[in-house]
């Protein structure tokens, strides 16, 4: 798929959401700072062995005191909006109880800084970083956090919610509940499927009553609330009936294991026979979860070719590698066909009123050099991938899928999880000793199609 010569600004909708997107733990640092708490993510990475060379988001590219420089480049590229997202512990660092009004401060002052430089704040209030006081006590596993995080929610949108046009409760709960519960590779590092059930409901839980708290704090006339997915495109790896039924639970897992509820009010039946004996839902759990959504964010990076489930109690299912095809540096292959076939798909079986692209894009190795007088990095791959992914989603939305925003992933290179700051996304780059920003040539080339230069 190359629709690349066909992209212009103005093929999409006029008032489309062009930005970037990042995270708190990964980018804002100031682990210690104005009262801060401790996150899963400060126990993780400091636990000996669970990141890439120790990496810890302790500094990460220094956003909480670089905040202004930063928004000041996002103006210069053009963005129009930012997803960021907020560190519950930074303003509730026992998770519950007494607020840290200095970290909802900080939040003020970027949202603040954002608007006087015309762009829209779209904040996530979930980006994996629950507070380890939380965690003590069960965390996700148990009810209590799901309702915590709709006092944390309440605290937030008080606060901001005059300001802030878009809300997105949570970010990927697959990632938390899966990848951080079944696989173990994310924190809080279990290995347990009976708990990575519990938490993908409870993480349901506590967006559904984030929702209506959120809608009723908002004052903002325009505001939209949703939640970001992430996702993949499954298809069987060869075509025997092993590969089909990978390709059914890969599917299951990433994709409906949060669709279905969040659009039917329902598990998915394909998963029936590995969770339902572990969900832990009450009386109304599941209308509270499938309240109406102004948006749904989609998080695409690749596609699935699934051959055969090798382990299904750690979620494991082994897949197949194309020859030929172009792989990034996290080994995800580069398709953007998945992205439109995806996209398809989840308008088809769920119809959200509006899909945002919340992220997309690509980690490659980059080499920071000299140019004619200043440092630049050349990023052809990554440029690529962000041109053709931008393809997918416009042929997608000529087709009718409702696609109004698009955040590429990441504005600055950062804090990659467990890969530490090993993998770069940034189409901004960060020299790590001086934390030091230099725009790749894909922020560039970015900058020039949001000004309408092709
Ligand atoms: O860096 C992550 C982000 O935090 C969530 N979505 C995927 C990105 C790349 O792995």
Redesign the pocket.
């Given at each position: 798929m190359d629709e690349r010569k066909e992209i212009a600004r103005s093929d999409f909708p006029a008032d489309f959401a062009w930005g970037a997107a990042t995270?708190a733990y990964?980018v804002e640092g100031a682990y210690r700072d104005d009262g801060r708490g401790q996150s899963i993510w400060d126990t993780f990475s400091h636990t000996p062995g669970k990141t890439e060379n120790g990496d810890t988001g302790d500094v990460a590219v220094d956003h909480y005191h670089r905040y202004n420089e930063d928004v000041a480049l996002m103006q210069e590229l053009g963005f129009n909006a930012y997803r960021f997202s907020i560190s519950w512990p930074r303003v509730l660092p026992n998770g519950r109880g007494k607020v840290n009004h200095k970290g909802l401060d900080f939040y003020e002052r970027l949202v603040e800084s954002l608007l006087e430089k015309g762009i829209q704040p779209y904040a996530t209030l979930y980006?994996?970083d629950l507070p380890q006081a939380l965690q003590d006590k069960g965390g996700w596993k148990e009810r209590f956090t799901p309702e915590a995080f709709a006092e944390y929610t309440d605290v937030v949108s008080r606060r901001l919610g005059d300001r802030v046009k878009g809300w997105i409760t949570l970010?990927?709960p697959y990632?938390s509940a899966i990848i951080g519960h079944v696989e173990g590779r994310h924190a809080p590092g279990e290995q347990n499927m009976r708990a990575g059930i519990r938490a993908a409901h409870h993480l349901l839980l506590g967006h559904g009553l984030a929702l209506p708290v959120l809608r009723a704090n908002s004052r903002r006339a325009d505001a939209e609330f949703g939640i970001t997915l992430?996702t993949t495109y499954a298809e069987p790896g060869n075509d025997t009936q092993e590969a089909y039924e990978a390709s059914v639970i890969t599917d299951g897992f990433q994709n409906r294991l949060f669709m279905d509820p969040l659009f039917k009010g329902r598990y998915p039946d394909s998963l029936s026979k590995i969770i339902d004996q572990y969900l832990p839902i009450e009386s109304g759990d599941m209308e509270k979860i499938a309240a109406p959504l102004d948006f749904l964010g989609i998080?695409y990076?690749f596609r699935t070719l699934a051959l055969a489930v090798e382990d299904i109690s750690k979620a494991k299912i082994k897949t197949r590698r194309v020859e030929g095809a172009q792989y990034t540096e996290?080994d995800w292959e580069v398709n953007p066909e998945g992205f439109y076939n995806l996209l398809k798909m989840v308008h088809q079986d769920y119809k959200p009123a509006k899909i945002l692209i919340t992220?997309n894009g690509a980690a490659f190795p980059d080499v920071l050099e000299e140019g004619q007088g200043k440092p630049v990095v050349h990023d052809p791959d990554r440029l690529n991938y962000i041109q053709e992914h931008f393809g997918a989603a416009l042929k997608a939305s000529r087709e009718g899928v409702p696609i109004k925003g698009y955040f590429v992933?990441?504005f600055l290179d950062?804090f990659?999880?467990a890969y530490g700051f090993s993998k770069r996304?940034g189409i901004v780059y960060v020299d790590y000793p001086t934390q030091r920003r230099v725009v790749k040539d894909s922020g560039q080339w970015y900058q020039r199609f949001l000004r309408g230069e092709g």
């Amino acid at each position: 798929m190359d629709e690349r010569k066909e992209i212009a600004r103005s093929d999409f909708p006029a008032d489309f959401a062009w930005g970037a997107a990042t995270a708190a733990y990964q980018v804002e640092g100031a682990y210690r700072d104005d009262g801060r708490g401790q996150s899963i993510w400060d126990t993780f990475s400091h636990t000996p062995g669970k990141t890439e060379n120790g990496d810890t988001g302790d500094v990460a590219v220094d956003h909480y005191h670089r905040y202004n420089e930063d928004v000041a480049l996002m103006q210069e590229l053009g963005f129009n909006a930012y997803r960021f997202s907020i560190s519950w512990p930074r303003v509730l660092p026992n998770g519950r109880g007494k607020v840290n009004h200095k970290g909802l401060d900080f939040y003020e002052r970027l949202v603040e800084s954002l608007l006087e430089k015309g762009i829209q704040p779209y904040a996530t209030l979930y980006h994996w970083d629950l507070p380890q006081a939380l965690q003590d006590k069960g965390g996700w596993k148990e009810r209590f956090t799901p309702e915590a995080f709709a006092e944390y929610t309440d605290v937030v949108s008080r606060r901001l919610g005059d300001r802030v046009k878009g809300w997105i409760t949570l970010n990927e709960p697959y990632v938390s509940a899966i990848i951080g519960h079944v696989e173990g590779r994310h924190a809080p590092g279990e290995q347990n499927m009976r708990a990575g059930i519990r938490a993908a409901h409870h993480l349901l839980l506590g967006h559904g009553l984030a929702l209506p708290v959120l809608r009723a704090n908002s004052r903002r006339a325009d505001a939209e609330f949703g939640i970001t997915l992430s996702t993949t495109y499954a298809e069987p790896g060869n075509d025997t009936q092993e590969a089909y039924e990978a390709s059914v639970i890969t599917d299951g897992f990433q994709n409906r294991l949060f669709m279905d509820p969040l659009f039917k009010g329902r598990y998915p039946d394909s998963l029936s026979k590995i969770i339902d004996q572990y969900l832990p839902i009450e009386s109304g759990d599941m209308e509270k979860i499938a309240a109406p959504l102004d948006f749904l964010g989609i998080n695409y990076y690749f596609r699935t070719l699934a051959l055969a489930v090798e382990d299904i109690s750690k979620a494991k299912i082994k897949t197949r590698r194309v020859e030929g095809a172009q792989y990034t540096e996290m080994d995800w292959e580069v398709n953007p066909e998945g992205f439109y076939n995806l996209l398809k798909m989840v308008h088809q079986d769920y119809k959200p009123a509006k899909i945002l692209i919340t992220e997309n894009g690509a980690a490659f190795p980059d080499v920071l050099e000299e140019g004619q007088g200043k440092p630049v990095v050349h990023d052809p791959d990554r440029l690529n991938y962000i041109q053709e992914h931008f393809g997918a989603a416009l042929k997608a939305s000529r087709e009718g899928v409702p696609i109004k925003g698009y955040f590429v992933w990441s504005f600055l290179d950062n804090f990659e999880w467990a890969y530490g700051f090993s993998k770069r996304f940034g189409i901004v780059y960060v020299d790590y000793p001086t934390q030091r920003r230099v725009v790749k040539d894909s922020g560039q080339w970015y900058q020039r199609f949001l000004r309408g230069e092709g």
